[in-house]
């Protein structure tokens, strides 16, 4: 099916740094984050920075919000009625109801990870939109699902979508989990380079090493077939 057709046409050139263990390790890095940092509550705020920005802005958030709150980049339970460490309303909401939750449930957010181990993806995904009051847009909460439980979900930025739609894939995450569900593959890895091959496609990110015949997966691509 056309999931696996993609996602093998993708693998040979992505694999070896869409693949778990290499793409933490570049965030660590990008975040400077040592392994004794690598916890739930700070990988959930780095996350929770990726906005609407490009990703250097994203790390600017995140280093803002941890410089003013570093006993909350430590600790989700520390975040106040009054948190208000990252620039948009939603971030700081999320954040907060988190804190209230874990308090009135008498959790660690590490506790909270135990049990969403237990579930799948979605499942993982809905659980934690629904006590940050995450509501329909839970793009960044998928991101915190897949990169950290590496569970399998498929977060869709605009990078993502668009490929989807050239691809003739659903713009839809649950459908596409579900469909490389059927197809055996894991829908956390060929996110990511989907991702990544966003950068090499000639009508989005023009550059002299972009062209549409070498694409390993022009012969999916509506736009590749229909010049």
């Known amino acids: 099916m056309r999931a696996k057709e993609i996602y093998d046409g993708l693998i040979e050139q992505w694999g070896k740094v869409c693949n778990d263990e290499a793409w933490i390790s570049s965030i660590k890095k990008d975040y400077s984050m040592a392994d004794m940092e690598w916890t739930p509550d700070r990988f959930f705020l780095i996350t929770n920075s990726w906005g609407p920005w490009h990703s250097n802005r994203q790390m600017e958030v995140w280093n803002e919000m941890k410089s003013a709150f570093p006993e909350v980049a430590n600790d989700i339970r520390k975040a106040g009625q009054d948190f208000n460490g990252f620039p948009l309303p939603w971030q700081n909401e999320r954040v907060k109801n988190i804190s209230e ?12 990870i135990i049990y969403l181990r237990s579930l ?26 897949r ?29 596409m ?46 736009e590749y077939i229909l010049k």
């Open 177 to 222: 989990v579900r469909l490389c569900e059927m197809d055996g593959v894991p829908s956390r890895i060929l996110d990511r380079m989907l991702y990544m091959q966003w950068d090499e496609c000639p009508d989005r990110a023009p550059g002299p090493n972009n062209e549409c015949g070498k694409c390993k997966i022009n012969n999916y691509c509506w």
């Open 120 to 145: 799948t993806g979605l499942q993982a995904r809905d659980y934690l939109a629904k006590i940050s009051g995450a509501g329909q847009n839970k793009k960044t909460i998928s991101c915190f699902v």
């Open 147 to 175: 990169d950290f439980l590496f569970k399998d979900t498929l977060p869709i930025d605009s990078r993502v979508s668009e490929m989807l739609s050239c691809l003739g894939l659903p713009n839809d995450e649950d459908k």
């Open 101 to 112: 939750y874990l308090k009135r449930e008498s959790k660690t957010f590490k506790e909270v």
